[in-house]
């Protein structure tokens, strides 16, 4: 899965989508969104999360404006969860694409999909033009406001104690 | 360095946890003794009789054929299996097959075919790394795998959940009657209800059992019990899981865990190290809100 990107110069309106490697969910009134590639957690506004939520279908931001009536400040939405890793700028011409979140019960399922560590392409925040859809000075509150929180996942480890060490009367012979 | 494939199988062993089975083999009956002691109390033989108790419901799937290679002799002294234990195993994936190519072991999973090998020195550790990424792939449409030490009672089974260090084997210490593993154990839901089992790690014992509840662990002057709302656990709880090595299969687990967080009483579980600790942990906690210890 390599994501490509518009050169800076590239003329347009830019179309964002949501990072394909990404899981989220809502549950009650909080979305949490997992990057595994980056091993964050993500708290998101609604707002936020309905931005998510439509751009499993890439459009611009004068079209996601429209759909999202109702959600003030798009732009700045948009921009901090493009730093953030979670939304991307779809190359030059790419199709409106179904929902890649989902697959299919089953290791089957599986075949066409990357390994988690793999790195495929460069964070959303380092690319060219990036930046330039950063929330303006007119907008702190709302950018503020997409991500209430995030927390680094810790690396997994297990415990590397040598056997019995650990004192357990259960496993004693 | 030759490498004693595994022909005709002097060896075999045949397991069952987290609701799969795995048929080990090997050229090398060596393995028998190196696995023992932590896969030995897991051996189910695949009679139907025996398994129908441990494989998921409706799961007709065969075992996972496992094949053990010899590679090479099992580390001489603590250092040297401390540098196999530590060694990064990075995970690739190609079509179905995941493959982990540690300095001294080689794993490859191909989970369509439900087959696996293992390449490598005659230890346990490139066995443990392959169930690590394998069970959270095979379970990951409708269960999850958690860090997380098993204790149960009656059928019922909490699973006490937190990193290294919250006292997790500290505590299936203090509760030897209860506890049935100490690191990691495997939920899935069954028909509309959570069911939990055991894993080998470390030091498990068999044991499925209906989930009554999660606690998060931390150590404490005493102990004290304070329910999560769904929200909360779904938060805490994404830093206990082992989670699946390929990308997609993570939306599953996380919707798996979204499942559980609303079906199961999550609540943190401050505690000291002493055994009445389990009138506490297996109390029905408050609803959140509401009076909390």
Redesign the interface.
């Known amino acids: 899965m390599t994501t490509t990107h518009p050169r800076p110069d590239a003329g347009g309106p830019r179309t964002y989508r949501r990072a394909t490697?990404l899981?989220?969910?809502?549950?009650?009134?909080?979305t949490?969104v997992?990057d595994?590639?980056a091993r964050v957690?993500f708290?998101l506004s609604s707002d936020a999360a309905a931005v998510l939520a439509e751009l499993a279908r890439p459009q611009d931001a004068a079209e996601l404006a429209r759909r999202l009536a109702g959600v003030a400040e798009v732009s700045a939405i948009v921009a901090e969860l493009a730093a953030a890793g979670l939304v991307e700028v779809c190359p030059e011409g790419t199709a409106p694409s179904a929902d890649g979140?989902?697959?299919a019960?089953?290791?089957?399922?599986?075949?066409?999909?990357?390994?988690?560590?793999?790195a495929d392409g460069e964070p959303a925040s380092t690319l060219p033009g990036a930046d330039r859809a950063a929330p303006g000075a007119s907008e702190p509150a709302a950018a503020a406001a997409a991500i209430r929180w995030r927390?680094q996942?810790?690396e997994?480890?297990?415990?590397?104690s040598?056997?019995m060490a650990?004192?357990?009367?259960?496993?004693l012979p | 360095m030759s490498a004693r494939a595994a022909g005709a199988a002097a060896w075999s062993l045949p397991l069952a946890f987290g609701g799969e089975r795995f048929a080990l083999r090997a050229a090398d009956p060596r393995w028998q003794a190196v696995l023992a002691a932590r896969y030995g109390p897991f051996a189910v033989p695949f009679a139907p009789a025996r398994c129908r108790g441990e494989a998921a419901p409706g799961s007709a799937a065969p075992p996972v054929a496992v094949e053990l290679v010899t590679t090479a002799e099992a580390p001489r002294d603590w250092p040297a299996l401390e540098r196999l234990l530590a060694e990064p195993a990075p995970v690739a994936c190609r079509g179905s097959e995941v493959r982990l190519a540690a300095p001294s072991y080689d794993v490859r999973v191909d989970l369509g075919r439900r087959r696996a090998r293992v390449a490598g020195p005659l230890h346990r550790a490139p066995l443990d790394q392959l169930f690590r990424v394998a069970l959270p792939l095979l379970l990951a449409a409708d269960g999850l795998v958690l860090h997380g030490a098993l204790l149960v009672a009656g059928g019922r089974g909490w699973l006490c959940c937190g990193p290294s260090g919250c006292g997790k084997s500290t505590l299936a210490s203090v509760l030897p009657a209860q506890a049935r593993c100490d690191e990691l154990a495997a939920v899935r839901r069954q028909a509309g209800r959570w069911a939990a089992w055991s894993l080998p790690y470390w030091h498990g014992r068999p044991a499925v059992v209906e989930l009554a509840g999660i606690r998060l662990l931390r150590h404490g002057e005493r102990h004290q019990l304070r329910p999560l709302t769904p929200a909360e656990a779904l938060r805490a709880l994404c830093h206990e899981v082992q989670w699946p090595a390929v990308a997609a299969a993570t939306d599953l687990a996380l919707a798996s865990l979204a499942a559980l967080v609303a079906a199961v009483p999550v609540a943190e579980l401050a505690f000291r190290p002493s055994a009445d600790v389990w009138d506490v942990l297996a109390a029905d906690p408050a609803p959140p809100g509401e009076a909390g210890s």
């Open positions: 490697h899981a989220w969910r809502r549950v009650v009134e909080e949490v997992l595994l590639r957690l708290g979140f989902g697959m019960a089953g290791p089957a399922g599986l075949a066409a999909h990357d390994a988690v560590p793999v927390e996942l810790a997994v480890t297990h415990q590397f040598p056997p650990i004192g357990n009367p259960q496993c």
